[in-house]
């Protein structure tokens, strides 16, 4: 059984950090992206940040919000990944979710609740 399962959310004020980590196991394929969205309340989900795999190491993108304060590094080995988030803002409060990529198919964490306060 596939599973990915996201740590480190919580309640931080604004200005400060939070590293979000995500493990996923079950799966008897290679994963090619790692990614990180997030959905809050009425909104849609969005990408947050992508680590796709390459020949040789990774590539990483970030949306325009986040770039600069966020970082999203991966080890592929573990089939881990995690997001450093840095200089957080309240509109950064949201579910985030891990989302892992293999060739033909997404699984998705449950989501860990980030909040900041002003």
């Known amino acids: 059984q596939v599973q990915l399962v996201e740590t480190g959310g919580g309640l931080v004020q604004s200005g400060g950090s939070l590293r979000l980590s995500c493990v996923a196991s079950g799966l008897s394929i290679s994963i090619n992206d790692m990614n990180w969205y997030r959905q809050a309340p009425g909104k849609l989900r969005e990408l947050v940040a992508s680590s796709a795999r390459e020949t040789r190491g990774s590539s990483t993108n970030y949306a325009d919000f986040v770039k600069g304060r966020f970082t999203i590094t991966r080890d592929p080995f573990k089939n881990t990944v995690w997001l450093q988030m840095n200089s957080l803002k309240p509109e950064d409060t949201a579910v985030y979710y891990c989302?892992?990529?293999?060739?033909?198919?997404?699984?998705w964490g449950q989501g860990t609740q980030v909040t900041v306060s002003s």
């Open positions: 989302n892992a990529h293999t060739h033909n198919t997404d699984y």
